[in-house]
């Protein structure tokens, strides 16, 4: 079982609708991470919370809208996305920068 | 060229068998880490390293910072290690920088 919970697990969408992936995490850590990650490539960053606030944006398209509410809570607002977005979306979190990540098992998001 | 760099690709190991998966990068880094993600997705964090050598069971992991090089071994392999083997760094802040992967297939 993995501490850090990612839902929904799978996601099919269109090209038109508003969805949000969820992660959670309650280890107490203050670092949380969105990833995407393609077909037998490594992941990419996407995103970094640092403290609830975003330090890291890798320069993601404004379609991704990522949100940490809270210190264990950290959403990706998906709209209008398009079908190279098809992906699996991976959060993680870690107690601090210099610490291991620990990883969900990802959200395989479609688009049609 | 990448700044971590991964061999093999591909590995296809009998049971038993001890395996060695390499890593090299080309940043100043303060820590590198193992990963291994089985089909499916979820990613588990192995070692993280910043000098020396790990052991966790049947996985060693040794890194050598001034040849910035780095070896994943596993001894008495199962097909239950079957999974892709990925080496990242940290190079700077909480960024990690990953590596291509190795796919891993040990058969019975």
């Known amino acids: 079982d993995t501490e850090v919970t990612q839902t929904p697990k799978h996601l099919v969408m269109g090209m038109t609708n508003k969805k949000s992936l969820k992660c959670e995490q309650h280890m107490g850590h203050r670092a949380m991470y969105w990833y995407k990650q393609k077909a037998k490539k490594p992941p990419e960053l996407m995103f970094v919370y640092s403290y609830e606030k975003l330090s890291i944006n890798e320069s993601v398209p404004s379609r991704f809208s990522p949100e940490c509410p809270n210190s264990s809570l950290l959403n990706l607002h998906l709209h209008a996305l398009q079908p190279e977005d098809s992906a699996l979306y991976l959060c993680?979190?870690?107690?601090?920068?210099?610490?291991?990540?620990?990883f969900g098992d990802g959200t395989r998001l479609s688009i049609l | 060229k990448n700044e971590v760099e991964q061999s093999p690709q591909n590995l296809t190991a009998q049971e038993g068998e001890f395996i060695t998966i390499n890593c090299s990068y080309s940043?100043?880094?303060?820590?590198l880490h193992w990963l291994q993600q089985h089909p499916g997705g979820g990613i588990v964090s192995l070692f993280m390293?910043?000098?020396g050598k790990k052991k966790h069971g049947r996985l060693i992991a040794t890194i050598n910072i001034q040849e910035k090089h780095s070896s994943l071994h596993i001894t008495a392999s199962h097909p239950r290690d079957s999974a892709v083997y990925i080496c990242?760094?940290?190079?700077?802040?909480?960024?990690?920088?990953f590596g291509a992967g190795t796919i891993l297939r040990v058969k019975s």
């Open positions: 993680a979190s870690s107690q601090s920068s210099n610490q291991p990540q620990h």
């Open positions: 990242a760094v940290t190079p700077y802040g909480n960024k990690l920088v």
């Open positions: 940043v100043g880094i303060s820590a």
């Open positions: 390293l910043s000098s």
